[in-house]
Every structure is written in structure tokens, then in C-alpha cells.
């Protein structure tokens, strides 16, 4: 680590978060990060200060610009729980989803000092991998994952799942935090759900997955 690091040594189970130059010559700082026994960074992102927000095991690391101090350490709830992505909004609160200890997924919104949770809910869509999140420049927060158990949908490209696959699922909440659509959107025969999340304008969101066939209205169609 460099001289000055938040942390200079940690456990096993740490992970590492690092800032490397334009030209990618050059290490500016590097720390190790914890939160718990799951071990290894899950996402990073950073806000309008270039403080640095990294989601470890179940806890959010919010780092100094400079890596030498932590603004906050944040637990996203329960120690079992697991936070699989992270997106920080315009006011600098941490948006997080992941796995909560007891099965389904989770999203809640940490305040800027990390000092609470904002917001909080389980998807409506019961999730076994929440893996992407994304917040648009409005507030808007959008989510992909793996779903394991059938939910109810809204406004949904694809109210329903072929069964014997692993669905893949798409989720949009208002800046209220009300539910925009919340639909299966692949039959996957892989436990791949959406690994990444893109926002292009408000309102519209850009999935990728490794295999996934986008369902019609039934089963047999796919386009």
C-alpha cells in the first residue's frame, strides 16, 4: 500500500482500492478496504468530489479523495447480507443491492454521511442475485439481476418465465421511489442474470448478459 493509506495492512478478506494515473504509468494511492468475511471489492464508484465509495461483503467504504481516510464505513444491514453493486447519486448518497442474509434481494440508499439508511426496500421482483444497479442524472434507480422465485411484475416486456431456466430481471424505480416496471427480461440457462448496467438518458437503460434470449409473449417465441 502506499505510504499514508487508509489502511496499510488488513485480513485475508480484504479487499484493494486503488487511484492509477491518466497514463497508467503510476500507482497515486492504494488501500486496503474491509467488510467482513466475504471478502473482495464488489464495485466501486465515485461522486463530484472524488471521493471514492467501494462495496465490500456486506459494508460501503466511502474513502477521502487522497485514500488516507474514510469518510464513513457503512453496514448495508444484516452481517450476511452481501452487497453486489453500488451507483452514488447526484447528492452524493450511495445507492446499494445485493443479496440479504435471510434470501431475496435488497436496495437501500445510505445518506451522504453514511450516518443512515434513506431509503429501503426488497424488490418486487425476489431476487437470488441483485447484480446492477445504475441512478440516472434525475433520481431515477434501475436494477438487473438473476430472479429464483416467481413475483409479481409491472408494466413488464416479459410478465412471465419459461420454467426449468434462470429468469433474468429488470427493475426501474421513480425518484419517489415508486415502481416505473418491473419485468423478467432473458431465459438464461446460466445463473449469469445481468452482470452490467448502463444508463443512457433518463429513463433508458442498456443490459448485457453472457446468454439470454429476450422472451415475447410466450415461452415458445423469442426474439
Not at 91 to 101: E, F, K, L, Y
Not at 147 to 171: D, H, K, R, W
Request: hydrophobic share 40%; glycine share 14%; with cysteine.
Amino acid at each position: 500500500m502506499t505510504p499514508g493509506a487508509y489502511l496499510g495492512s488488513a485480513a485475508s478478506s480484504a479487499g484493494i482500492v486503488a487511484k492509477i494515473n491518466q497514463t497508467g504509468t503510476k500507482v497515486i494511492w492504494a488501500t486496503y478496504v474491509e467488510g467482513g468475511s466475504n471478502g473482495g471489492v464488489a464495485h466501486i464508484d465515485i461522486d463530484g468530489s472524488n471521493h471514492v465509495y467501494a462495496a465490500i461483503g456486506s459494508s460501503v467504504t466511502k474513502l477521502g479523495a487522497d485514500g488516507t481516510s474514510a469518510i464513513y464505513v457503512s453496514s448495508s444491514g444484516k452481517p450476511d447480507d452481501f452487497v453486489t453493486d453500488l451507483a452514488v447519486d447526484a447528492q452524493s448518497a450511495a445507492w446499494i443491492v445485493g443479496q440479504a442474509g435471510a434470501g431475496g434481494g435488497f436496495l437501500r440508499e445510505l445518506s451522504p454521511d453514511g450516518s443512515g439508511t434513506m431509503f429501503s426496500t426488497s424488490l418486487a421482483l425476489t431476487a437470488e442475485t441483485t447484480a446492477s444497479i445504475a441512478v440516472d442524472a434525475v433520481g431515477g434507480v434501475y436494477m438487473a439481476g438473476v430472479a429464483s422465485q416467481i413475483a409479481p411484475t409491472q408494466n413488464a416486456v416479459m410478465p412471465t418465465y419459461c420454467t426449468g431456466v434462470l429468469p433474468g430481471f429488470v427493475e426501474a424505480l421513480s425518484p419517489a421511489g415508486g415502481v416505473i416496471y418491473s419485468s423478467y427480461f432473458s431465459t438464461s440457462s446460466r445463473a449469469t442474470g445481468f452482470p452490467s448496467l448502463a444508463i443512457g438518458k433518463p429513463g433508458q437503460i442498456y443490459t448485457s448478459d453472457g446468454q439470454f434470449q429476450i422472451g415475447r409473449a410466450s415461452c415458445r417465441e423469442r426474439v
